[in-house]
């Protein structure tokens, strides 16, 4: 069974400060790992990953993927109030496009 | 601007009674659409995937005949809530992949069954 392990669940910083989400996965057929921003309403798409070592850039936001080790990470510089959201994870198999996703990490940046 | 379209996004409704949720692809041509589920606090949930011209596929766990789901054409696939409890309610979301590109995701459906 495909598993997505985000952490840490919950992160709460202040304004200017860098935070660094994880995301580790298991999955049979891997096709891509997708980073998504959910406020209040559904996930807005951030990053999708499918190559080891190259890094995605954002403004702000980067992520990258390691398929070795069988993860990701999401950085965020310079945090703002309104960066304020669940950070979810997903990863995606080669066959029609399912995806899992992980539990997300709950992130506040307080002024 | 939206490329996957969600209906209604709240919906208040009497236990017993049953919900129909519609998903749109607007510009593009979807066979494949799928349909999340989320409590408060918790990640997305796949509960189904909707063909176009056939069966759903279900995940484990998820009632067939409770969360009826039709793909009656390439743009609209339904998420009929059957005799909904309490318990039944939640976030519902689809989404859509749109030729090889990321998947889009509807704005979502808040059910509450009273």
């Known amino acids: 069974e495909d598993k997505v392990v985000q952490s840490p669940l919950s992160l709460v910083v202040h304004e200017g400060d860098t935070v660094t989400l994880n995301c580790s996965y298991e999955?049979?057929?891997?096709?891509?790992l997708l980073w998504y921003k959910q406020e209040k309403k559904a996930p807005t798409f951030l990053f999708m990953l499918?190559?080891?070592?190259i890094e995605k850039k954002s403004g702000r936001l980067s992520s990258i993927l390691d398929k070795k080790e069988l993860f990701s990470i999401l950085n965020i510089t310079a945090t703002q109030t309104g960066d304020s959201a669940v950070y979810l994870c997903?990863?995606?198999?080669?066959?029609?496009?399912?995806?899992?996703f992980g539990e997300g990490t709950q992130l506040t940046v307080n002024p | 601007g939206a490329v996957v379209s969600q209906h209604p996004s709240r919906v208040i409704c009497k236990s017993g009674t049953s919900v129909k949720i519609e998903c749109r692809s607007l510009?593009?041509?979807?066979?494949?659409m799928f349909w999340y589920r989320q409590f408060p606090k918790q990640s997305l949930m796949l509960m189904a995937t909707?063909?176009?011209?056939?069966?759903?596929?279900?995940e484990q766990g998820v009632e067939k005949d409770k969360f009826l789901i039709n793909h009656a054409s390439l743009t609209l696939s339904t998420l009929t809530v059957t005799s909904a409890h309490p318990e039944d309610s939640s976030f519902y979301i689809c989404?859509?992949?749109?030729?090889?590109?990321?998947?889009?995701f509807g704005s979502g459906t808040q059910l509450s069954v009273l």
């Open positions: 989404s859509a992949r749109r030729g090889w590109e990321k998947l889009f």
């Open positions: 510009d593009f041509q979807a066979t494949t």
């Open positions: 999955v049979t057929n891997f096709r891509s």
């Open positions: 499918t190559s080891s070592g």
């Open positions: 909707s063909n176009e011209g056939s069966k759903a596929t279900y």
């Open positions: 997903a990863v995606e198999e080669t066959s029609g496009s399912r995806l899992t």
